[in-house]
């Protein structure tokens, strides 16, 4: 009785592809990541940091801190780590500091 046509498909298959076909995927883990970033790396951290982007898999953001620039240096990989657990996929690949 589960059998079904050539062109049907579940309502997850046509929204995976939909997303894939318009690359909605990247877009959205995008935003994800500026919203995620103060919950990931803490409000005193979020409040020292701005311009979050992310292009091609690289988060840019500016810090207004030079201790916590070099701090954040240091742990670019944790940051990645951290950001991508909570996003659920490899999304962020390295962390540029401007």
Do not use: D
């Amino acid at each position: 009785m589960s059998s079904r046509n050539h062109n049907e498909q579940t309502l997850k298959e046509a929204l995976r592809e939909f997303f894939t076909l318009f690359q909605l995927n990247t877009k959205m883990n995008n935003a994800r990541v500026q919203t995620c970033w103060e919950e990931v790396m803490g409000k005193t951290i979020a409040h020292q940091t701005g311009n979050l982007q992310v292009k091609n898999g690289v988060l840019y953001l500016s810090i207004t801190s030079a201790p916590l620039k070099q701090e954040l240096y240091f742990n670019r990989e944790k940051i990645v780590q951290r950001l991508n657990e909570r996003i659920g996929e490899e999304h962020i690949k390295e962390v540029v500091f401007r």
